[in-house]
């Protein structure tokens, strides 16, 4: 269904879920004028006002089947699980279901950039919009970060691109979702508190590519063979990068640049030329897989016709995100670095992999699932000792035992306070839960907010 044959005046819609993306669907239904309710579990929304004068109804404090069933069309927020009880109802009544991100895709008349991938996507996007911008055109940035999809449709136009960070949880309810540029960065175990299997977390990453043409582009991380068997299956035109593995062609590392191994315009076939799109020297981030990032970034760039100039400008300018490997204090000679974002192990693993020696992880949280035992053999070479927090102290003990040194801390103020202590002289401080936040925390940013506060506490 595309955007002319979708109409939904008169309709009966039931948004499920009333955070960001859910009132951002309400209120892009409501102007759209259907007869939309707002269901969600807490007893009070903090938007509700501004609702009620659009006309939404609000259903607080839990779902009741009947307003799913009756409905003419359903509408999930990510953080909603599609197998949810009264979900599943409407879905065996033949209620038509879908997600935030598909429905608001249907209104919009610009094209999209879709980024995807278990790590690195937030920072990818970002970066991705201002690259565009840079080169020209007209960007807004969204989805799973910043503003919902749905928020952005009314600055939508024929010439705006839209840069889009895709979840796992938005793409398995898409239908029609048509990103012009898909990127996937790379995939390992995650969200398994939400999804049945990795097979099935993996299937949701991969519909990315599903109703992408051969007019269309899939940008794909050739270092990560997982990722290289997700795409398989695209029609999309590939464009590969690779920090490590060699390609013929592609975005790859040559001589302190990030290269574009092309094929030469009015040459033989076969024909490779070389053309630089960004000095190394021009990124200012910490760690070395953050390098991937701008990459995947650059190669969406370089698609899309920008020039090296505006690529690298781009790159200069940015500093990266909160949140993300985000450089907090020197204190005493201890550097603090906040990287809540790193919420499944292997975001954690490449967290730590950027750091040589002296290193004291906080880690810990709700464990959403993974191998905690891969986190053993760069903390025996990296670490003076961890400080674990949460829920998953019991867990970080069998996994970690006999290869580091653990400490156990009460509270978040305590692990900071204890991994100062064992971090001096001259070490690093690293937040890396490799899980979320939800047993202590409202989300990763309430976490990381916490923790720079607690580390400017000891100046």
């Not at 840079?134 to 691109?161: C, F, H, K, M, W």
């Not at 709700?366 to 053993?376: A, C, E, I, P, Q």
């Not at 025996?380 to 653990?406: D, H, M, N, Q």
Request: hydrophobic share 45%.
């Amino acid at each position: 269904m595309v955007a002319r044959d979708f109409d939904v005046q008169g309709k009966r819609v039931t948004v499920v879920g009333a955070a960001r993306s859910g009132i951002a669907a309400a209120e892009l239904l409501a102007r759209r004028r259907a007869r939309v309710t707002l269901t969600e579990m807490r007893p009070e929304v903090a938007d509700a006002e501004p609702l009620r004068r659009l006309g939404v109804q609000l259903e607080l404090g839990g779902h009741q089947t009947e307003t799913l069933t009756q409905a003419d069309l359903v509408v999930l927020s990510p953080g909603v699980p599609p197998d949810q009880a009264a979900v599943r109802k409407a879905r065996e009544r033949g209620v038509p279901i879908i997600g935030e991100l598909e429905l608001a895709s249907r209104w919009l008349r610009g094209r999209v950039v879709a980024i995807t991938g278990t790590k690195g996507k937030s920072t990818t996007t970002a970066l991705t919009g201002q690259m565009l911008e840079a080169a020209g055109y007209r960007v807004t940035v969204g989805g799973n970060i910043g503003a919902p999809l749905s928020a952005q449709v009314s600055e939508s136009t024929p010439d705006t691109v839209h840069v889009v960070e895709a979840s796992s949880f938005q793409l398995e309810q898409i239908e029609t979702f048509h990103p012009w540029i898909a990127v996937m960065l790379n995939f390992s175990s995650d969200h398994l508190d939400r999804h049945p299997s990795v097979g099935a977390y993996g299937a949701a990453k991969a519909r990315i590519f599903e109703n992408q043409t051969a007019d269309d582009w899939a940008v794909i991380n050739a270092d990560d063979p997982a990722v290289l068997d997700l795409a398989r299956k695209g029609r999309a035109q590939q464009r590969l990068f690779a920090r490590r593995a060699p390609i013929e062609r592609g975005t790859a590392i040559e001589d302190g640049w990030i290269v574009d191994r092309r094929d030469r315009p009015d040459a033989a076939v076969g024909a490779v030329e070389t053309v630089r799109l960004v000095p190394l020297d021009a990124i200012h981030l910490l760690g070395a897989h953050l390098v991937s990032d701008v990459m995947a970034a650059a190669t969406v760039g370089a698609i899309a016709g920008g020039a090296p100039a505006a690529l690298t400008a781009a790159v200069e300018s940015f500093q990266g995100l909160e949140h993300a490997m985000e450089f907090v204090a020197d204190i005493d000679g201890v550097r603090f670095i906040n990287d809540s974002k790193a919420t499944n192990v292997e975001a954690a693993l490449r967290s730590i992999e950027s750091f040589d020696s002296g290193l004291v992880p906080i880690i810990g949280g709700r464990f959403k699932g993974g191998d905690l035992r891969l986190l053993r053999e760069p903390l025996a070479a990296r670490a003076r000792a961890v400080v674990t927090i949460g829920e998953a102290k019991p867990l970080l003990r069998a996994a970690l035992a006999g290869a580091v040194e653990l400490h156990e801390a009460t509270s978040l103020e305590n692990a900071i306070e204890r991994a100062f202590a064992l971090a001096k002289p001259g070490g690093v401080v690293l937040l890396a839960p490799a899980c979320s936040s939800f047993d202590l925390f409202h989300d990763y940013a309430e976490r990381g907010r916490k923790f720079k506060e607690g580390v400017l506490k000891l100046k």
